[in-house]
Each structure stands twice: as structure tokens, then as C-alpha cells.
């Protein structure tokens, strides 16, 4: 038995605005600005759950940290691929999360000689969910149970409006802090591959 202990790290995002723009005051102008802080904390936290960056104290490792992905060619390399996992008994909500380079490589894969499907049709690798983003690196892809991986979030959002550091441009510069940490709590209900041509 082992214990897997999250710490919060900071993640903050901010962003100018003029006084001007804040002198319009209209709702549509503050539901771009929360629009834009709430996207760039998400796709930071997407970012750092999908690198290989080694944890430190101000930044959790990265999913691809220490790994090295299994290189996969062919629908007979999809499916051994799969069955490692089920070999470790890790059953569930499986979903892959992939580059767009490696969903472009498996949509041109063909699941056989006499079947005329491919390995990546309608949103789906092999007929499990996927997501697709950018944030996971060039060719590369994760197949697993994603609930797997603990997340801490400490308190709420920290908003911070500070009208001084800007002032001499005429803006105010909105900051935002979130508190977070994430751990796979089993390491090995997650597998990492790679779309390689033979």
C-alpha cells in the first residue's frame, strides 16, 4: 500500500485591459474577459497534464514525464496496445487523448485488407471516445481510465485587479491564481503511444 500525496502549485493567468474598455461597461466585455481568463487557465493545466515536464514544487509532472511511448503502425499494433492494459486489469471509462498528427496518421490506417474501416472514424480511435488537442505532443497519444488521476484544487479562484503595475499605459491588469495538483493514483491505468509510419 502506498499513498501518492498532492501539494498545491500555482497556476495563474492575467490579462490588460484599457480603461477605456472598462469604461464601455457592457456585460458582453466581462463575459469575454472571464472567457479569456477561464481559457488560458485551461489550456495551461491541459498543457502541464499532457507534457513531460518533471514535477518540481511550483509545477506537477507531466503525464509523458519518464515515459516512453509504445510506437504503434498498424491496427494489429492498436489492438496489442489496448490488450496491455487489459492485461493489468484496468477496465472502465477508456478513452484515448491524442495530437491531431496522430489522429491524421490513423484516420489513413485501415483496420484490415478485408474491412473497410479505418483505426480513427467518426471522433473515435478503434470505437472508444477521443479527444483531440494540441496540448499533447506531435504523434503522440494516451489510451486509458482517465478518472484515475487525482486532482487537488485548493479554495477558490484568487482574482486580483491591480490598477497600479499598468497604470502608465492606461490599463488594469486582472490576475487570476488557482491552486491545483494531479497524480495518477495507479500507474498503470494510463498507456502511451506514439503514431509512427513502419
Not at 492498436?78 to 472502465?92: P, T
Not at 484544487?153 to 491545483?180: E, F, H, S
Amino acid at each position: 500500500f502506498t499513498t501518492k500525496l498532492l501539494q498545491p502549485k500555482r497556476l495563474t493567468a492575467y490579462v490588460d485591459i484599457s480603461k477605456q474598455l472598462l469604461a464601455q461597461d457592457t456585460i458582453g466585455v466581462e463575459a469575454a474577459i472571464r472567457r479569456d481568463l477561464v481559457n488560458a487557465l485551461n489550456d495551461k493545466l491541459e498543457a502541464t497534464l499532457f507534457g513531460n515536464a518533471q514535477g518540481t514544487t511550483e509545477q506537477p509532472a507531466g503525464l509523458f514525464y519518464g515515459k516512453t511511448p509504445t510506437e504503434c503502425s498498424t491496427f494489429a499494433d492498436i489492438c496489442d496496445f489496448e490488450a496491455d492494459l487489459e492485461d493489468a486489469n484496468v477496465y472502465g471509462n477508456m478513452r484515448y487523448v491524442m495530437n491531431p498528427k496522430a489522429k491524421g496518421f490513423f484516420r489513413a490506417v485501415a483496420k484490415g485488407q478485408n474491412n473497410s474501416g479505418f483505426v480513427y472514424e467518426n471522433g473515435q480511435m478503434d470505437d472508444i471516445p477521443t479527444a483531440v488537442t494540441t496540448n499533447v505532443g506531435e504523434n503522440l497519444f494516451i489510451y486509458g481510465d482517465f478518472s484515475d488521476i487525482a486532482f487537488g484544487i485548493w479554495n477558490d479562484l484568487d482574482l486580483t485587479i491591480d490598477t497600479v503595475t499598468q497604470a502608465t499605459k492606461g490599463c488594469v491588469r486582472i490576475v487570476i491564481n488557482a491552486y491545483v495538483d494531479f497524480k495518477v493514483a495507479r500507474g498503470v491505468t494510463l498507456a502511451f503511444g506514439e503514431a509512427k509510419s513502419e
